[in-house]
């Protein structure tokens, strides 16, 4: 059924109105602030334990030989 699929729309896209300005009030912090890389998440300690188990390998496969 994927052969059905188009890959590339058939009509051109609607020319979209720019949203209206918004007010900034003196003082207010914008939402969008970033973060100083403190993020933890799961896929982090996944990448950690997969990179702790393979110096792990490393360092045993070496001890035996």
């Given at each position: 059924?994927?052969?059905?699929c188009?890959?590339?729309?058939?009509?051109?896209?609607?020319?979209?109105q720019a949203?209206?300005?918004v007010?900034?009030?003196?003082?207010?912090?914008?939402?969008?602030?970033?973060?100083?890389g403190?993020?933890?998440?799961?896929?982090n300690?996944?990448?950690?334990?997969?990179?702790?188990?393979?110096?792990?390998?490393?360092?045993?496969?070496?001890?035996?030989?």
């Open positions: 059924m994927i052969g059905y188009p890959l590339e729309d058939l009509e051109p896209p609607m020319k979209q949203p209206p300005p007010s900034v009030e003196k003082g207010a912090k914008p939402e969008t602030e970033k973060r100083n403190l993020e933890e998440t799961e896929c300690y996944v990448v950690m334990a997969f990179i702790v188990g393979v110096l792990f390998l490393a360092v045993s496969d070496s001890i035996r030989a």
